[in-house]
Structure formats: structure tokens, C-alpha cells
């Protein structure tokens, strides 16, 4: 579907995929139209919040909901399904109490009102945002905790996981790694926001082990989700935001929702050396981004790709996301930024006006010049709306690709294969055609209130997927995921 509708979708249909899905499923997927290709051998990974309520007291946000992970392992052709919650501390707790017993960081509330959160600085870390393979070990990441390591097989939660000893019991470590082609490396990030907020930089080699970690440290509460990664640097956006934690702490709010955006003041682009030193730091008009898709450098300039939005929207107590009104919203639009830390110079181009949020390229791609940006995008080309296509974009012609699941379906991050890859291969080992490769991407089919695994043709998307695996069940809309030949 690519034509105009009237309506591209319903918030009936929408309000779908932010159902919980309680149970925990094990199967071959049968129900298959299409062919899946037999080069693809391997898991796709995908994490997610599960959970909407509990107890029969809706979340606030879906942010806020327990991680479940759904590992989709790919043999001769066949697929198998499998989903389980991460078995976090609090989600045990919570299980076995029927009630929430913890504040949510984006606004949900214990029940009782404000005095039953009164002084509740207490985190429940919900391992809900992605899930990555590396060293040898499942990860379940959520950026103001630690990980939580699973069963590669089973996704049982193995527990609480400090990487070797790397990180102490109050650290975070976030949920948005790299993984640079170039060194071989995984590389990621921890926070600690403050009067001046304190970043750690992680590489890890190939089996797990950190080979580097400078610390850097930034003037002023920064809240930052992802990073961009290029040979010589990792580059981190700070979002003019600030936060007044008194309405948090007093039981009113939760902390997400005591930041507060300031359009008077900049964006701070901050290049952060990857063999540690002085950070530097960029200017530009206020926006609010959240994900990158790509930089690379390029002579005297450091090139950007990511997802900004206008503003950061207030979130405030009482609104159900449920009701949200997609189209009064700032929309997420594709940006492509110039860096240049000679002359500090920050120039800027707004891509397109249709939204798309979770941009990926090709995985031998990052920190390297690249030509196709893959995201998950809105139907309509210029309205704010759920995400229900596949877009593709291309730097050197501006061509674009698109494939639409509207009206009744419902996209979520397309994650890149490239094909010819073996088992245990790293990504960046298999073709390296930036569009020879396969896309998955989880639809929701709001018409069956089910879900779906697609699978596209990197360099076809406009014919629709190559095959099309049906689920017995829906999928709650879900963050980040990975593939691993492992
Ligand atoms: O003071 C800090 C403030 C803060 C907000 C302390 C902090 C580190 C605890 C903190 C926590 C941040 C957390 C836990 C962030 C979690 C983010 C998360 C789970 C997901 C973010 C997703 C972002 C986007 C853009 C998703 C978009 C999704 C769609 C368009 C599809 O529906
Ligand atoms: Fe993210």
C-alpha cells in the first residue's frame, strides 16, 4: 500500500499493540506466506515492553512496562518463536504482589496518590529497551541500570550482570551500543546525569573483555538515549533540557516528567574522543534528538544522521498515552547534520516532512561513509502519525523506497541482515552491497490483533516482503533488538 487514504489508520487499531501480552509462547511458526531466504541462520532479538499494566492499573507510559524479549531463531528456512519476560527484581515482586510496588522513571504512580510515592526515589530497573549479543552473552539492557544477562536459548534471566566486575551496583549503562566493523568492537556508553553529568565510554573486544573506558565529564544535566560513533570519536547530543526533580521527589511526577524542554537554549553536540581527552563541544538550534543512524568522517567534518524532533513534549501527569493525539505532536523527522570542529560550525538539512523514527544501515557501515538509511516511517508524508511503513532513503540520489502495512498495520525498527553471513560471523562479515541484505521488521495487524515478522528485500522494499510469518498472538509495540549469528 503507497497510495493516499483518507485515513491512514484508527486509534482503535492503534491502541492494539499497546496491549500487554501475558503469556509466554514456544512454537515453530507455521503460518508462512512468502519464502524465507535460507541464508538467514541465526536469532533476531527483539526487546520491549510487555507489560502495560498491573494489577489492572494501567502504566502511564509505555517506557514504563517490563521488558519481555521474543527471540525469532531462523534454521533451514523455519522459524521459531519464543518470548519471556526478563525476570528483573521488581518485575518478581510485582508478580507475585499483583500491584505495582514501584514509580515508573516516565510517570507511572503507585497506586494511593501522591503519598503513597511521597520520597520513593527507589528505580526499578525493567530491562526493556534492547537486547544484544556480544562476548558471549544475551543482554537485556535499560540505560539507567545495569544489564540483565539471559539464556542465549531459553531467555530464562540469568541475573543481574556487572560485566566482569566493570561496573559498580549504582551505574547505568546504556541501552544504544555500537558495534564498530572497524575494531571489531562493541561500544557503549553509561550516564550519570548531575549539576554536570559524568559519561563513560566502553569498548569491548570480541570476547567481551573492556579494553577502554574514559570517562568524560559535561557541564550541566544532560538526558541522552543514543550515541554516534565514528572512528575517532563517539558524539553525543545534549538536549537543552532541564530538570526540576522537587515534583518527583514530592510524589507528583515522575522523573521523565519534571524535564522540561528550554528552546532558548542551544543543542550542545559534544565530540568525545574515543582514546580519551578534551571533549568538544558544537552548537546548534534547539531540537530534541533522540536516535542516530549513522556519522562518519569526512576531511574537516564529522557527517550525522539522526532523528530529531522539534521539541522534547512535556509529559504531563493525567494523560493517557492511549488517547494521544499523533497529529498535535512534534513529529520525528530525518536530519542530516556537518560538523566542523575547525571552525565550530554546525550546518543542518531537514530531509524529508514524512516521520520516522529507528534508523539502521548496513552493519559494515558504521562510522563509514554509507549511502542507505532504513527506518520505520508514517504513511502519510507529511502528518505525525504511528509508524505502519518501511522507508528507505538514499544519500547519493535522494531516491526513496517505501512499503506501507497501513491501514491496519503497525510498524516497528527494521533490523538489517546482511546475506551470505555463516554461523558466527560477525553482521559486517556478510555481504557488504549496502543493499544486499534482508530487512525484519515486526508489523502488527491490528485486523487479527496479531502480529507479524516480515521480511524484506533490502534492495526491493517497494515490492512488499519476501515472506510474511504469522504469530498466534500480538506483539506489544517493542523499542530495540539485534540479530546474532551465534
Ligand atoms: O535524571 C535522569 C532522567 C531520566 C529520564 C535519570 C534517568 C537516567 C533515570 C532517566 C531515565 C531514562 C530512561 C530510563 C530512559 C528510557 C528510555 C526508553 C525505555 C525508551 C526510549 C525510546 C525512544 C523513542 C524515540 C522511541 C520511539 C518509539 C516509537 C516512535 C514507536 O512507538
Ligand atoms: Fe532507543
Redesign the pocket.
Known sequence: MTGVLDRPYTMADWRGGTESLTQEYDYWIDDVEGTVPTDLVGTLYRNG?GLLERGGVPLAH??DGDGMICAFRFENGRVHFRNRYVRTAGFLAEEKANRLLYRG??GTQKPGGWLANFLDTR?KNIA??HVIYWGGKLLAL???SLPHRLDPVTLETIGLDNLDGLLKESD?FA?HPRFDPQTQRLVNFG?K?GLSTRITLYEFDASGQCVSQPVFQIPG?A?I?DFALTPNYAIVFQNPVQ?N?LPYLLGLRG??QC?QFNAKEPTRVWLLPRRGGTPQMLTMPACFV??HANAYEAGDEIHVES?AYSHFPNLEPGMDFREVNFAALPS?LLWRIQLNPKTKAVDWQVVSDRPC??PVVHPAKVGQPYRYTYL?AGHDPKTNA??QALWRCDRQTGEEQFWSAAPRGFA?EPIFVPRGLQKGDFLWQGAQGEEDGWLLQVVYDASCHKSQLLIFDAAAISAGAVARLRLKHHIP?G?HGSFTTA
Open positions: 515492553p509505555p517506557f522513571v516516565f528505580v526493556n529497551t535499560w540505560e539507567a547505568a541501552a550516564v546525569p544535566f538526558f538515549h530538570l526533580p522523573a521523565a524535564i533522540f536516535h532523528i520525528s523514527e529507528f520505520a504511528p509508524l516497528s509495540y523499542l
